[in-house]
Structures are given as C-alpha cells and as structure tokens.
C-alpha cells in the first residue's frame, strides 16, 4: 500500500531534550515536505526536499532540521525543543511537476512543556 | 504577496443542505489548485485538483469545484451534505505549497 508514515503518533517532551519524528515514503517520491498546523493558521510549510542531499527552508524554519540522506527518509529533527513548537506536524511526497498531488503521513502531535 | 485565503473559519449546515466553502488566491499565473480534507485525527487527503482545462472539476465524495479567474476564487460546492462530511477542509495553491487557514464543517442532524 502506498503510504507516508511518521513516527512517533504522539510525543510529550521537555524543553531543551533533542528529538526526532521520523518520515518514510514507499512511492518513490522526490519531493518530501514537513508542515506544522497550528489552530486558525492552516498548514506552514517547515522544510521540504526537491531529492536526496537537496533541502530548503519553508516560511518557519527556525528551530528546525532536517535530512535527505536517502530517497525515502526525511526526518524532522528538534535540537532543543521549545513550548513554542508544541503543534501538529506532518509529512508529505510527491512526485516532481509542476501541481502534483502530495500524499500526507497521519501526523505527531508534539507537546513540548 | 502570493496568498491563499480562506474566509470563513467554521461553517455549520444542516445534513442534506447544500455546501459551498470559498477559497480566493492571490497569484500572479493561473496557480494549481487543490481541496483537501482533514477528518477528525487524520492526515489529509485530496478531494479534487485544477490544473486547467474545464473551470468545473469533479472530485471525491460528491465534492466539485469551480476556477474563477476573474474572481480569483475556487470554491467548493456540494449539492447535499453528510453526517460524515464534518472535517477541516484546506484550499492550497501547488506553486509554492501554500495553504489556506481552513474552513472547520459542522453537519447538523
């Protein structure tokens, strides 16, 4: 079954303790996309990533990393975590091309206290 | 500046009403227009996409959408709502991944 998947679904954490959410891909995607949804704000987009070894800031980079060591891995990582970056975030793909249709993970929900 | 705006945040029909939820963009070309839907703790999926050709696209679960370049607006529209229809619905221009706030739907019984 073609699928995002994001690990973990759900994650509590302190300020300051580096974390990970993991994004896996199994359509063989070049793009690959990480966005928070915050109430009354929709979707922002974090990072995305035209193919591997290729990555570029969205419109709210800051406090976030990324990497595309492999096609269909795209990890967010949170160095030190603030209460700020409490929210909803998912992952995306697509195939390259102007408007493709991009496929969304489940999401984490990530408090940060 | 490229936008995409949602106007109404949360719309309340009544099961078997009809449904339209407004989308206007702010582009300088014809962007590539998509609708998503967001059910409660769900990722989201894509309802229908307009690329160009045919102002009136058909997609998923009944829903369509109408492209009006004059008003720079993509409305979706459904002649009866569901129960099940009760989601967060997202506009979203694909040129530079950019989404609207949301419209949250309530169906009432």
């Known amino acids: 079954e073609a699928q995002v998947t994001q690990n973990p679904r759900y994650l509590i954490t302190v300020t300051g303790k580096k974390l990970t959410v993991t994004c896996s891909q199994n359509?063989?995607?070049?793009?690959m996309s990480w966005y928070r949804q915050d109430p009354g704000l929709g979707l922002r987009q974090i990072y995305y990533?035209?193919?591997?070894?290729?990555?570029d800031k969205g419109d709210v980079p800051e406090g976030y990393k990324v990497s595309r060591k492999e096609k269909r891995n795209f990890p967010l990582i949170l160095e030190s975590p603030s209460p700020n970056q409490t929210s909803l975030y998912f992952c995306?793909?697509?195939?390259?091309?102007?408007?493709?249709?991009?496929?969304f993970g489940p999401g984490t929900r990530l408090t940060v206290l | 500046a490229q936008s995409v705006t949602q106007p109404d945040i949360h719309i309340t029909v009544s099961e078997g009403a009809s449904l339209e939820l407004r989308c206007n963009y702010s582009?300088?070309?014809?962007?590539?227009l998509f609708w998503y839907v967001q059910s409660p703790g769900q990722g989201l999926q894509l309802l229908l996409k307009?690329?160009?050709?045919?102002?009136l696209v058909q997609g998923i679960k009944g829903f369509e959408a109408e492209f009006k370049r004059s008003q720079s607006s993509f409305n979706l529209r459904k002649p009866s709502v569901h129960w099940s229809d009760a989601a967060e619905y997202f506009c979203?221009?694909?040129?530079?991944?950019?989404f609207g706030a949301g419209t949250r739907l309530t169906v009432k019984p």
């Open positions: 995306a793909s697509s195939s390259l091309g102007g408007g493709n249709e991009q496929f």
């Open positions: 359509m063989n995607h070049e793009y």
């Open positions: 990533s035209m193919n591997v070894e290729v990555t």
């Open positions: 582009y300088g070309a014809t962007p590539y």
């Open positions: 307009y690329f160009s050709g045919d102002t």
């Open positions: 979203a221009v694909a040129n530079d991944m950019r």
